[in-house]
């Protein structure tokens, strides 16, 4: 059983379309992330969710737009996208948000590649 | 602003010798520090932690040095096993009311028989 899934796995598209990606954990947890992870390799936060609240926005484009339908899913809608926006994107969740979790369960990643 | 960083994108080593890993960092806020693994084609997953308050974390073959004065930090495997191939990044956490963790950019470990 997948801890924490997403949804493709692989995602090419052309510059200005919509796309969207899903992720499921089934671990109980009640905080959910998604990170970017660019071409320098860089990993790094977008947004964290707890409870279907939003915690953390990190200076994101608001193309970029979180949806948590329940605890266990959040998926991220993109609008208009660019070139900029090929990267890896993972989703990960952690049993909670006070105290913090350090250990965060990663999905296996959405490589978006915008042509 | 890079404030973790992993200075060695790839590091090979024979399998049974020492692995370090090592990771430097800006912020002395940080309170936590973590090493996670990652293999192609799947998500980081949490290998070992420290806390700031601390200045070494062992568990199994894998010891985690903390050097505050310094901002450094390092991950030694011994033994090394080829199943250690991987890419490990180094991240830490600064308290905050949006507590996140800042990841490195990884340094690709190769364990060669």
């Known amino acids: 059983d997948t801890a924490v899934s997403q949804t493709p796995k692989y995602l090419v598209t052309q510059m200005g379309n919509d796309k969207s990606i899903k992720c499921e954990q089934n671990?109980?947890?009640?905080?959910m992330y998604w990170y970017k992870q660019d071409s320098k390799k860089f990993l790094k936060i977008m947004f964290s969710?707890?409870?279907?609240?939003?915690?953390i926005n990190e200076t994101v484009p608001n193309r970029f737009s979180p949806k948590s339908p329940d605890k266990a899913h959040l998926n991220l809608h993109i609008n208009s996208l660019e070139l900029g926006d090929s990267a890896v994107y993972f989703c990960?969740?952690?049993?909670?948000?006070?105290?913090?979790?350090?250990?965060?369960?990663f999905g296996p990643g959405t490589r978006l590649t915008v042509t | 602003d890079q404030q973790v960083k992993q200075n060695s994108p790839s590091l090979s080593v024979q399998e049974g010798r020492i692995s370090i890993l090592n990771c430097d960092y800006t912020?002395?806020?940080?309170?936590?520090f973590l090493w996670y693994k990652k293999y192609p084609a799947e998500g980081p997953t949490f290998l070992i932690s420290?806390?700031?308050?601390?200045d070494k974390n062992e568990d199994g073959r894998f010891t985690v040095f903390l050097n505050k004065s310094a901002k450094h930090l390092s991950l030694h495997i011994v033994p090394s096993q080829p199943g250690d191939s991987a890419v490990y990044f180094c991240?830490?956490?600064?308290?905050?009311?949006?507590?996140?963790?800042?990841f490195g950019t990884g340094t690709r470990l190769q364990v060669f028989p």
């Open positions: 671990l109980g947890h009640d905080t």
């Open positions: 990960a969740s952690s049993q909670e948000w006070r105290p913090f979790s350090y250990e965060q369960y």
């Open positions: 420290i806390s700031s308050i601390k």
């Open positions: 912020n002395s806020m940080f309170d936590y």
């Open positions: 969710y707890n409870n279907k609240e939003l915690i």
């Open positions: 991240a830490a956490s600064v308290p905050s009311n949006t507590d996140k963790l800042i």
